[in-house]
C-alpha cells in the first residue's frame, strides 16, 4: 500500500470518529466583571477536559445566540457574581458552586455558576494569594462548567467517588494544575451522547415550562 493511500485512510478514518460525536453548542452568559483573560482560560480549560472524554463544543454568547440555531445537544451556562480576581473575600456561605435546572424530575439544559461561591472554596483559609490571578480563576469556573455540563449531557445527578464529577469540589480539585473526569465518568459520559436529534434553544426554553 502506497504511503498517499495509508495517509488518505487514516484521514477517513479520522473524519468517521469525528462524524460520529455529537456537535455540544455552549451557550454562555457572563458578567460584565469576567476578564478577557478569564473567559480564555475558562474556554480552554473547559474544552480539554470535555475533548479528553471524547466531547467537542461548539461555543456561542448566549446574546447573540438565534432561537433556532440547532445542535445535537445544548447548554446554556449563566454566570452569577463577580467573576474576577476578588478585593476581599466572604465566608459562611452554605451554596453549591453551580446546579443545573432540574423540572418535574427533569434535568434540563439550564446551568447557573456562582463564581462568588467559587472564588470562596478557592480561598478559603489563609487567603491562598498564589491563586489570586485570573488565569487560575478561569480554570476553576471550567472546571465547575464542566462538572454541570456532564450532568445535562447525561441527564441525571449522578456522582463519582473521585475526578471532576465528585459531588464537591474543593480548593484543591479547583486551582490544581490538572483535573479530569473518571473513567467511570467518562463511560457514562460517552454511553448518553447517543442520536437525539436537533436541538434549538427556543425547544430548549420551552422545555421549561413542561
Known sequence: MSRGLQLALIAASWAAVAAERPAIGLLTEFPASATAAVRQEFRQETERVMRAAGVDLIWRNLQDSRAEDSFDRLVVIRFRGECAVP??????????????????????????????????????????????????????????????????????????????????????????????????????????????GPRTLAQARASTDD
Request: overall charge positive; glycine content about 10%.
Open 87 to 196: 478585593r476581599a473575600i466572604s465566608h459562611g456561605r452554605r451554596l453549591p458552586l453551580g446546579l443545573t435546572h432540574v423540572s418535574n424530575g427533569r434535568v434540563l439544559p439550564f446551568v447557573e455558576i456562582d463564581c462568588q461561591r467559587i472564588l470562596e472554596a478557592m480561598y478559603a483559609g489563609d487567603g491562598q494569594a498564589q491563586f489570586r490571578h485570573e488565569g487560575v480563576i478561569g480554570r476553576a469556573l471550567g472546571r465547575v462548567a464542566a462538572h454541570e455540563i456532564c450532568h445535562v449531557l447525561t441527564a441525571s445527578g449522578v456522582h463519582d467517588e473521585e475526578g471532576l464529577m465528585r459531588p464537591s469540589l474543593d480548593r484543591r480539585d479547583l486551582c490544581a494544575v490538572e483535573l479530569t473526569f473518571s473513567d467511570k465518568s467518562i463511560r457514562r459520559l460517552r454511553s448518553s451522547l447517543g442520536p437525539a
